[in-house]
């Protein structure tokens, strides 16, 4: 069976669920393809999501007016004004699917129809939504009635999608879409080797400073503030695809109060040992690290430094339902403040079942 996942490339989160989805059907026997239309039919939407991650990396709060202006605007919900259509029918009418998976909330309508009216062939189309509980930054792109399922990782994501029209009867609760290693209990884990592999020692506190896949963080401010601090502490700080922020933190010089591993990009297998092995988490509240800080129990402190994002505003609203509060800084004194405080940093935990199945089978029953 064919499956085609329409994803695109605004955050992170989109295209991780997409491969980790890809990964799991291939697993199965089937045959999948991603395919990120935004980017590969116009340059336009191109732009579009260039302009979506440089706001994210520079001026998180000008997304409220980015945000609202895409809601507002509606530019992919009409198929006759979708521009470089041609090229997503070509797509289509190539790879010949069986089923339409999109994790994105701007695929769900105008190419919905344009999935449907190729050779008379009726394709299943399925949207699974990344976001973890409604909020200001719930897209109502994200619902489309006509399509044959909506799938959300947590019961909340559902409940935001009826409230905006979805019937329940199309709803599927189907828990994460992570990479495998995130789904494997190893009984075997051990701490400290997981530490003594970068030098580390278990007696001190251990950070650990996230950054999503377009490599948005504040790594270096933070590191020389601990230092300034005296905060005597580990950081292992994940730079992702930013290469300036790694050689940056390399050429930092030895400390008696701070130790300082940086790593670029990881893998999900180093990925899940970190965030089980950590004190804590610093990280923009984005739905791909948030959802792996949950199904590991990793303690999270949100960076909202720059102001926050209305999709961010989703994920944090599921945290703080989950935990009663949120702690969360504007500017890093308050983070500093924070760490000296010593207080309790809020976690949720909800562990992973084995696979995905539950919606790999939905999509599968769908098929046939």
């Not at 991650?53 to 409220?64: D, G, V």
Request: hydrophobic share 40%; proline share 6%.
């Amino acid at each position: 069976m064919k499956l085609l996942v329409l994803s695109a490339s605004t955050g992170g989160g989109h295209n991780m669920r997409a491969y980790a989805l890809q990964d799991w059907w291939c697993e199965k026997g089937g045959d999948c393809q991603v395919y990120q239309p935004l980017e590969n039919t116009f340059w336009g939407y191109k732009s579009g999501c260039q302009l979506y991650n440089f706001i994210q990396k520079k001026m998180p709060f000008l997304h409220y007016g980015y945000f609202n202006f895409l809601e507002l605007a509606s530019l992919h919900r009409n198929p006759g004004i979708i521009l470089g259509s041609q090229k997503f029918i070509k797509k289509i009418k190539e790879f010949s699917p069986d089923i339409i998976v999109s994790v994105h909330a701007h695929l769900n309508h105008g190419y919905f129809k344009l999935s449907q009216t190729i050779d008379s062939k009726i394709i299943p189309y399925v949207v699974y939504c990344g976001e973890l509980a409604d909020g200001n930054g719930f897209s109502r792109h994200w619902v489309n009635p006509d399509i044959d399922l909506f799938a959300s990782p947590y019961q909340e994501g559902c409940i935001a999608a009826e409230k905006r029209g979805m019937p329940s009867s199309k709803c599927l609760v189907a828990g994460p879409l992570l990479r495998k290693p995130f789904y494997i209990q190893d009984r075997s884990f051990d701490r400290l080797n997981i530490l003594s592999k970068y030098g580390l020692q278990p007696n001190l506190p251990v950070y650990l400073l996230g950054t999503g896949a377009n490599g948005v963080n504040h790594h270096p401010a933070i590191i020389k503030r601990l230092m300034k601090a005296q905060k005597k502490c580990q950081v292992i700080a994940l730079c992702g695809s930013n290469d300036k922020t790694l050689l940056e933190l390399r050429k930092i010089p030895p400390s008696d109060y701070l130790d300082v591993v940086a790593l670029s990009q990881v893998g999900a297998t180093e990925m899940v040992s970190l965030l089980r092995s950590v004190d804590l988490m610093v990280a923009r509240p984005g739905a791909g690290l948030t959802t792996e800080a949950i199904v590991t129990g990793c303690p999270m402190i949100f960076d909202l430094t720059g102001g926050g994002m209305p999709q961010e505003n989703n994920n944090l609203n599921f945290w703080k339902s989950k935990t009663g509060s949120i702690l969360s800084f504007y500017s890093i004194s308050k983070l500093i403040n924070i760490l000296q405080e010593k207080q309790p940093i809020p976690r949720v935990e909800i562990p992973l079942e084995e696979s995905p199945n539950l919606f790999l089978d939905a999509l599968i029953k769908l098929v046939k």
